[in-house]
Nanobody
């Protein structure tokens, strides 16, 4: 089993940037798909971006296209989410997730997820 833990959240002004990191431990994650969801209190979780290891496909939710970039560093077992041009609407808890494979507008099940990292965006 793979465990993940997020970091890199914080407070940023609107228009600013943050880079979230997700470090995986346990079994190698080369056979999984990893990505990011976000969730605000009282709201449903929302797909942000995902990357499939086997075919290299990357998927972004419309909210992320053109502003967010997902990437990984295999040597460090780390997944990243570079977030630019942040808006107050991006203020959420961001979760690193593992699943079998992502597809566009992913709404499938999740194998596991981390404790989350809070992102706050001031206007």
């Amino acid at each position: 089993q793979v465990q993940v833990e997020e970091s890199g959240g914080g407070l940023v002004q609107a228009g600013g940037s943050l880079r979230l990191s997700c470090t995986a431990s346990g079994r190698t994650f080369t056979t999984y798909a990893m990505g990011w969801f976000r969730q605000a209190p009282g709201k449903l979780r929302e797909f942000v971006a995902g990357m499939n290891w086997n075919d290299g496909n990357i998927y972004y939710a419309d909210l992320a296209k053109g502003r967010f970039t997902i990437s990984k560093d295999d040597a460090k077992n780390t997944l990243y989410l570079q977030m630019n041009s942040l808006k107050p609407a991006d203020e959420d808890v961001y979760y690193c997730v593992i699943t079998d494979a992502f597809y566009a507008d992913y709404d499938g099940s999740l194998r596991s997820w981390g404790p989350g990292t809070q992102v706050n965006v001031s206007s």
